[in-house]
């Protein structure tokens, strides 16, 4: 699952967990998990467009807003792209 | 002695309640020695026999990747539990399954907990114990631990599996021809009688390159047996870089294999909601289109709402205020520069900031309903595509949503980008994005001379700060980042119905952060600026004598090109480089100042033209970042020079953007 999961991911715009299920006939779930183990393994990386809960912001009335809701990106890797090319 | 089963599972999937239905008050809580994982221990008596059962901590996995998972691991191949049940959740039993197939793997006698079987009922989840329980070759016992269901039939599998020798079971699971061979291979050399774990195990771990089983064979052989594990490990690992995913690949197979044919979904294969509007409002064409459609009609919302329904409400509030204060600071007979602070300064100036709350409330909960929505990632992937399309690296874009909060957390965000080019891009242009400190001055504004085009004029203003950090990262990345362009893939969630309870906190984080920030740095600002307005003694108050004044008068000329030459725009401007908001408050005091009581909206309606707020307002929009940003910018780039060089291009690009708008709306005779 995880191979046609990459090569479904290289061949996509999107992540979609949903359209990724019902392309591959797999839960949700189950995807979801795929994309865990992808970034694992070191074949997908992740990462989250929003600064993170690390940042001290002190007194920033604002604070409570930052990186509530963050956009979640998944870039492939060169050991992923490489692993692409070879299938 | 009394038997001891493991408790072990997924997180979420019901294992605490089941240890709890279990063992009711009758357990304790300590610690795994040596880490900081919580162990739960209890007992219950099934028949004449009293079991303890341990709770092992909720893991997807039985790697080495987290302590909850190698307290689990260990816990299990010591050989200490009896029996394991692992408690699996019947709804997502696919994902649950790839820790069975490792527990079966490492030789453990295991009864599924097939739990939550009424939820997946109700799902419509078809499910096949028997058929499950023959390809497993395990005990499957349908339970709902919540209301107490089939507790007793998974105790009677659990006790009646305890009785059968031997005490680790045979299970081996197929990873293809070349795979087993390996494993076979490397089986072979750690069959040692040092080591006490399954071979089989061991292998196939030493193949996923897990270090912690590798320092523990290698701590167990002996010299010979050592050398002899080197070379048969180099030989079939080597040229295998793929062999972990290969690895945790087979055991998807297995899973797959087995709920083929025991489990039925109903919408399997089936396009969601999500997808079907995904493919209209992430569409190549229609997607930014329906993106500009959908900001423009919050806009027009806003306005509507907050201006034409709620706009005066606040603004009858502090007048009131206003009122009362100068007639108590009258009654206690207060002296008159006390008097004109209050007014000018405090009523004025901070005051004419919180009267475009209405409008802000009405703004935040409708980009709340967006954001809990799921359709800002969408906004983000539209955004992606027009950026790549002008040679960009889409994922600058993602600071830049974060910058229409804040710029602050918007130049933070920029650390999540892997290269430095792009970094940088992201920072440099996140100041162009309209953040909230810019939305009473773009308000103040639009009340005065737009009042009809309202949504239209905040729309544009919010399309031009793209368009000017599209341009400007498209100078940036063709001159001083010179780059290549990365591909990455945005995560799309599914749409949700926005909650009530989202949105209000939303717009309550908002508003709360804007009244904090009028009640401490624009005050602070206003408190300043009053002072320098009403010094030296003796000159005119808020008149060009004034050192508040004087520093208008000697930046103003700057500003003469784009039509706005007067010293209170100047002040206005130069009291925003503190904090956006103060613009406002700043215009509102010195105005107030000079005519008493007068009203912003008519004071600005006397000092500027429908064309120069316009040419103010892009000035506004794209002159140098506020204080805060400009120290976050010398933090995240680790350099002075790069806040000096945001502020300065910043202030030029926005002058350039001021003259422009004033001088061709000039030659077009809209002056």
Redesign the interface.
Same mark, same amino acid.
């Given at each position: 699952m995880l191979k046609e999961l990459l090569l479904e991911i290289s061949a996509s715009e999107y992540i979609s967990k949903t359209l990724l299920a019902a392309k591959l006939g797999r839960p949700e779930g189950l995807i979801e998990d795929g994309l865990a183990q992808l970034v694992r393994l070191g074949y997908l990386a992740e990462g989250s467009g929003s600064s993170s809960c690390a940042v001290k912001c002190g007194k920033c009335p604002y604070a409570s807003l930052c990186g509530q809701d963050p956009i979640r990106t998944l870039t492939i890797t060169t050991a992923g792209q490489k692993y692409i090319d070879r299938h | 002695m009394s038997k001891i089963i493991a408790l072990v599972g997924n997180p979420n999937c019901g294992k605490t309640t089941l240890f709890n239905a279990l063992t009711g008050a009758n357990h304790h809580v300590g610690n795994w020695p040596g880490v900081t994982v919580e162990r739960k221990e209890g007992q219950f008596r099934h028949g004449n026999e009293v079991l303890t059962i341990v709770d092992l901590p909720g893991i997807?996995s039985l790697g080495a990747?987290s302590e909850d998972e190698m307290v689990a691991r260990d816990f299990i191949l010591s050989g200490e539990p009896d029996v394991v049940i692992n408690v699996v959740d019947a709804t &997502?039993i696919? *994902?649950n399954l790839?820790l069975t197939t490792q527990l079966l793997e490492m030789g453990a006698k295991v009864v599924v907990a097939l739990n939550m079987v009424d939820e997946a009922n109700s799902r419509k989840i078809s499910l096949n114990t028997g058929a499950l329980s023959r390809r497993l070759g395990v005990p499957v016992v349908p339970t709902v631990a919540s209301k107490r269901k089939g507790l007793e039939e998974l105790a009677e599998a659990a006790v009646s599996l305890m009785g059968l020798a031997p005490k680790r079971s045979r299970y081996h699971l197929s990873y293809g021809e070349s795979i087993d061979a390996k494993v076979a291979e490397l089986e072979k050399v750690v069959h040692v009688e040092g080591l006490v774990y399954p071979p089989r195990w061991v292998a196939v771990k030493l193949l996923e390159g897990d270090e912690h089983v590798l320092r523990m064979v290698e701590g167990s052989l002996s010299s010979q047996e050592l050398e002899n594990f080197r070379r048969v490990y180099e030989e079939v690992a080597a040229h295998s +870089? =793929?062999l972990? #995913?290969e690895i945790?690949?087979g055991r998807? *197979?297995f $899973?797959?294999a087995v709920t083929s044919s025991a489990v039925r979904?109903p919408s399997?294969? $089936?396009? !969601?909601l !999500? =997808?079907r509007l =995904?493919r209209v409002l !992430?569409h190549r064409y229609w997607g930014l289109p329906l993106f500009a459609l959908i900001m423009f009609a919050v806009f027009q919302l806003t306005f509507a709402l907050g201006q034409d329904l709620l706009g005066g409400l606040v603004a009858g509030g502090v007048e009131f205020v206003g009122e009362a204060l100068d007639g108590l600071l009258l009654r206690v007979s207060a002296p008159d520069w006390l008097r004109s602070y209050a007014a000018e300064g405090l009523i004025g100036g901070v005051g004419v900031v919180l009267e475009f709350i209405p409008l802000i409330v009405i703004l935040y909960m409708l980009m709340g309903l967006l954001?809990d929505s799921g359709y800002?990632?969408r906004a %983000?992937?539209v955004m992606d595509?027009t950026m790549r399309a002008v040679g960009l690296q889409g994922?600058t874009f993602?600071?830049l949503? $974060?910058g229409f /909060?804040?710029n $602050?957390?918007g130049v933070? %965000?920029a *650390?999540?980008?892997?290269n430095k080019k792009d970094r940088m891009i992201a920072i440099l242009i996140n100041p162009f994005m309209s953040c /909230?400190a810019k939305i009473p001055i773009y308000l103040a504004f639009i009340a005065a001379f737009f009042p009809e085009q309202g949504a239209l004029v905040m729309f544009s203003l919010y399309v031009l700060g793209i368009l000017v950090a599209l341009l400007m990262g498209k100078v940036l990345s063709s001159t001083l980042f010179k780059g290549d362009v +990365?591909?990455?893939?945005?995560? #799309?969630?599914?749409y949700r119905t926005p909650t009530l309870r989202n949105v209000l906190r939303?717009m309550w984080? &908002?508003v +709360? /952060?804007?009244?904090? *920030?009028a009640g !401490?740095v624009i005050f602070v600002v206003v408190s300043l600026l009053w002072v320098l307005s009403a010094l030296p003694a003796g000159v005119e108050p808020y008149g060009p004598e004034s050192i508040l004044g004087r520093i208008g008068s000697l930046i103003a000329p700057i500003f003469a090109p784009a039509g706005f030459g007067n010293w209170q725009a100047a002040v206005g401007l130069f009291s925003g480089i503190a904090a956006k908001e103060a613009v406002v408050a700043t215009l509102g005091m010195v105005y107030a100042g000079v005519e008493e009581g007068i009203e912003l909206v008519s004071a600005l309606q006397g000092a500027f033209t429908p064309l120069t707020a316009l040419s103010f307002l892009v000035m506004t929009l794209l002159y140098t970042p506020c204080v805060?940003t400009l120290a976050t910018i010398r933090k995240e780039t680790g350099s002075a020079k790069w806040a000096v060089f945001s502020a300065f291009y910043s202030f030029a690009i926005g002058w350039v953007g001021a003259v422009l708008v004033f001088q061709v709306g000039r030659i077009l005779g809209l002056g």
């Open positions: - | 997807y990747f &997502n696919e *994902r790839y +870089s =793929d972990p #995913l945790v690949d998807y *197979r $899973v797959h979904r399997e294969g $089936v396009l !969601t !999500t =997808d =995904d !992430t954001e800002m990632a %983000a992937y595509n994922k993602i600071p949503i $974060v /909060g804040c $602050v957390p933070m %965000a *650390r999540t980008l892997e /909230g +990365s591909h990455f893939l945005l995560e #799309l969630p599914p939303n984080d &908002n +709360s /952060g804007f009244l904090a *920030r !401490t805060a």
